[in-house]
């Protein structure tokens, strides 16, 4: 028997209390809080957005902070205190948290609840996580474009409550489990930093702005009313959704010769490289693949046809190379939907070695690629394997039987 069986059947063998989480705490919601409000030092703060762009389930320090005057304005949290991010574009996403672990008091803003009890943190923001959390907020979500769960009906959801001893065992296997997936994790970042220095580290080598690499095409969606565009469509047609991995293979969906001469998607010849520049995606991810073939794409995203001389395949890998800094220059501020500012990003500059050197970069990186993002091999078929893993044992180490009143 294991420890946390001997537990179970110690302190609760005949189940455990679902109690709300109004019943265990409080849930209230932050005060509006502007990205203009950021200084350089001050009160540490979080940012509902950087909910979805920067934390994964726990926080130690913040990104960004508030001067003391501002602060005083805003919803303090507390060590222990949960953070949720109450609006987002999907019912997937709401509601995503982060418990604040660290010693600090810090602040948080607008479209974030904040959760106050006595209850283990950790065990707490690793429910929010289990499927028994998402089929109550899905339920009590509300919006189109903006879907939000608001804090009062946030008050009503209910989560198992065992002892804190059988809390803490939860927390403390889940944390083995999350701290294998993080060292497989930084084994992947090791090869986005060894391909950023060997693209920029070439002894002789250009910068060249984004938009002096060849001509960038925008796309379009054919009319889905008409069915000439679509049916029996052969040529790919490209949309955020397909934009995974670094080389694309196929695509959801294709159209015709048709909506290629009656429409604004465009034709594009093979060995282009695609960037998403309008999607929920850019918080955190700006996909970019290479395309081996003829393809079209749609209105959010661009690609480029490179000029004689330069690799698309070169190109490719630089960005993905230069990614968070691309993301946090070029991306815009505010707005409904995220997107990229296209003046800044082709203004961006990459290191632009001649194409036989270009070429000898993509060589050596594409012996890497596969064992980083080959989704059948290698690390991102490891790093699946370990998420499905931690994700059954959590659901299932998160999931009691109710005790009858």
């Known amino acids: 028997m294991t420890k946390l069986e001997s537990l179970i059947e110690e302190l609760c063998p005949d189940g455990v209390e679902y109690r709300s989480l109004g019943g265990i705490g409080t849930v209230t919601r932050g005060s509006g809080l502007p990205k203009s409000d950021f200084t350089e030092t001050g009160v540490g703060c979080i940012h509902y957005g950087q909910i979805y762009t920067y934390y994964n389930i726990f926080a130690y320090d913040t990104k960004s902070f508030v001067s003391h005057d501002t602060s005083l304005k805003l919803k303090k949290v507390n060590t222990g205190d949960i953070i949720i991010a109450v609006t987002s574009e999907n019912v997937e996403d709401v509601c995503k948290c982060v418990a604040w672990l660290g010693e600090n008091e810090i602040v948080t803003g607008g479209h974030t609840a904040i959760f106050k009890h006595n209850q283990n943190p950790k065990y707490i923001a690793y429910w929010f996580q289990t499927m028994d959390f998402y089929e109550q907020k899905r339920r009590i979500a509300h919006g189109t474009k903006v879907i939000e769960v608001t804090p009062s009906k946030l008050a009503h959801v209910k989560i198992p409550l065992p002892p804190l001893l059988i809390q803490h065992e939860i927390v403390r296997i889940l944390d083995n489990f999350t701290e294998l997936t993080a060292e497989l994790t930084a084994r992947r970042k090791q090869y986005l930093y060894y391909s950023k220095y060997l693209i920029d580290h070439q002894p002789i080598s250009e910068h060249t702005k984004l ?19 679509w049916d029996s469509g052969t040529i790919p047609w490209i949309t955020s959704k397909d934009m995974i991995g670094t080389v694309l293979s196929r695509t959801q969906d294709c159209i015709t010769p048709e909506a290629i001469n009656n429409s604004t998607a465009k034709l594009l010849p093979k060995n282009t490289v695609a960037v ?13 693949v290479f395309i081996p073939f003829e393809t079209t794409v749609n209105q959010d995203i661009k690609a480029l046809v490179p000029k004689n001389g330069i690799s698309a395949r070169y190109v490719a890998y630089a960005l993905r190379a230069n990614h968070d800094e691309l993301l946090i220059k070029t991306k815009k501020a505010g707005g409904t939907v995220e997107s990229i500012v296209m003046q800044q990003f082709l203004n961006y500059e990459i290191p632009l070695p001649s194409l036989e050197i270009q070429e000898s970069i993509v060589a050596l990186l594409d012996r890497f690629d596969a064992l980083t993002t080959d989704i059948s091999i290698g690390l991102p078929a490891e790093i699946a394997a370990r998420q499905k893993q931690y994700e059954y044992y959590r659901d299932k180490l998160l999931t009691f039987k109710e005790i009858e009143e």
């Open 276 to 288: 998403v520049v309008r999607s929920g995606i850019l918080r955190h991810t700006l996909p970019i």
């Open 211 to 229: 938009g002096d690499l060849g001509k960038w095409h925008g796309g379009g969606t054919p009319s889905t009313q008409n069915k000439r565009f």
